[in-house]
């Protein structure tokens, strides 16, 4: 099985930055694609940013220009750093990870990490 353990959230003032973490560990072979996802209350959960593991890099349009997904392969983990945070950016974010293990695929989900963005 796989794990995901996120970090980093927490409460901002708007425009400020916050940095996510999520580190994925278990008897996994590969991993293919990593992202963060986030739901706000009474919303449904959308998509944040995914990035590949040749680093190829996909990002909703509400975020671009502010948050900047990466990744270390060698570490399993994946990073969100969210710069000039909004309001409306207040959500449980989740981590997810999707590979395989040696010899099923996997499509794990982090507990969710609370980020609120108030003054």
């Known amino acids: 099985q796989v794990q995901l353990v996120e970090s980093g959230g927490g409460l901002v003032q708007p425009g400020g930055s916050l940095r996510l973490s999520c580190a994925a560990s278990?008897?996994?072979?590969?991993?293919?694609?990593m992202g963060w996802y986030r739901q706000a209350p009474g919303s449904q959960r959308e998509l944040v940013a995914t990035i590949t593991s040749g680093g190829s890099t996909n990002y909703a349009d509400s975020v671009k220009g502010r948050f900047t997904i990466s990744r270390d392969n060698a570490k399993n983990t994946v990073y969100l750093q969210m710069n000039s945070l909004k309001p409306e950016d207040t959500a449980v974010y989740y981590c997810?990870?999707?590979?395989?293990?040696?010899?099923?695929?996997?499509?794990?989900w982090g507990q969710g990490t609370q980020v609120t963005v108030s003054s």
């Open positions: 997810n990870a999707q590979g395989r293990l040696v010899v099923t695929g996997f499509n794990s």
């Open positions: 278990g008897s996994i072979f590969s991993i293919n694609a």
